[in-house]
C-alpha cells in the first residue's frame, strides 16, 4: 500500500504594508480587546513565538536594557531560550501598558487577525502563520537560518527550520533574482 503524501499548507504571507494595515484594522475595530489582540498579533510576528509562549511572558523575562527576552518554550525542553528583542518589538514593548505581569493580555487574537485579513484582502492567517511570517522576514532580511531557527527555539542547527518556514514572497524572489549574474 502506498503512503499518502502530507499536504503542505501553502502560506500567502502579506507584505510589510499589508501587515501594517492589518494591524491598523485591529486597532481600530469597535471590538472590547483590539488593542490587545494587535498587541498579541505584533508579539507574535516581531517574535516568532507560539501563542502559548506568548501567554507564559511575563515583564520579568523582558530586559530592555539588554534588548532581550527569555521565552518558556511549551514544545520541548529545549525550546526554553532567550531572543534578541528586534527594533519593531522593542517599539511595541514600549508602548503596551504595564499594568499587569504578563506582556499581552489577549490570550487569542484569531478571530480579530481574521476580519483583518478580510477587510485588508489577504489571504485568511492563523496566529502560527505570523510564526511563519517572522521566520520569512528573517530570511529575507539576511540572518543566518542557524540564529534565526534557535530564536524560534529549533535544536537541529536549522534543518527544521528550513524545511517548514523557507517561504518565498513573489518581492524577495524577484529581488534575489536580479542579483543574479552570468
Known sequence: MK??????KLL??????QFKEII?????????????????????AYSGMR??????????????????M????TKTRSSKRTIPLIPAMLDLLSRIEKADTRVFKAKSALTSLAKACAAVGVKKM????????FATACIE??????????????????????????????????????????
Request: charged fraction near 25%; hydrophobic fraction near 40%; glycine fraction near 8%.
Open 24 to 44: 491598523t484594522h485591529v486597532r481600530k475595530s469597535n471590538s472590547r480587546w483590539h488593542d490587545d489582540a494587535a498587541d498579541l498579533i505584533e508579539g507574535l
Open 3 to 8: 503512503r499518502k503524501r502530507p499536504n503542505v
Open 141 to 182: 532580511a539576511g540572518v543566518d537560518i542557524p540564529t534565526f531557527s534557535r530564536w524560534l527555539g529549533h535544536s537541529d542547527g536549522g534543518a527544521l527550520a528550513m524545511k517548514t518556514y523557507g517561504h518565498l514572497r513573489p518581492m524577495h524572489s524577484a529581488e534575489a533574482a536580479a542579483k543574479v549574474r552570468f
Open 12 to 17: 500567502n504571507l502579506p507584505s510589510s504594508a
Open 51 to 68: 501563542v502559548a509562549e506568548a501567554a507564559e511572558v511575563t515583564w520579568a523575562n523582558v530586559n530592555l536594557e539588554t534588548g532581550q
Open 126 to 133: 492563523t496566529q502560527h502563520d505570523l510564526r511563519h511570517l
Open 70 to 73: 527569555d521565552v518558556l518554550g
